[in-house]
Nanobody, 112 residues
Framework: QVQLVESGGGWVQPGGSLRLSCATS????????MAWYRQAPGKQRELVAS???????NYADSVKGRFTISRDNPKKMVYLQMNSLKPEDTGVYYC??????WGQGTQVTVSS
């Protein structure tokens, strides 16, 4: 059974940074493309960043240059480093594996 557990969310002032982590189990991690999504209140869930098994990355235009997705295959972890955070980055951030499995989400709030 695939399990994805996000951590690292919280409250931060505009311009601040957070690092999200996603611990995985029950899957062959090195063979899985991974991604981070977010859902703001009243909005649809959207793709933030993705990383392939080979390490290729893709970002939403709104986070390019500010967010970095990475993976650690031996630890079966995926990360999202978020810098220069803006209020519009507020939302629940979800880890996704292979376009199929989801974590429970972690709340990120950016406000002054």
């Amino acid at each position: 059974q695939v399990q994805l557990v996000e951590s690292g969310g919280g409250w931060v002032q505009p311009g601040g940074s957070l690092r999200l982590s996603c611990a995985t189990s029950g899957m062959i991690f090195r063979f899985s493309n991974m991604a981070w999504y977010r859902q703001a209140p009243g909005k649809q869930r959207e793709l933030v960043a993705s990383i392939t098994t080979g390490g290729s990355t893709n970002y939403a235009d709104s986070v390019k240059g500010r967010f970095t997705i990475s993976r650690d295959n031996p630890k079966k972890m995926v990360y999202l480093q978020m810098n220069s955070l803006k209020p519009e980055d507020t939302g629940v951030y979800y880890c996704n594996a292979a376009n199929r499995d989801w974590g429970q989400g972690t709340q990120v709030t950016v406000s002054s």
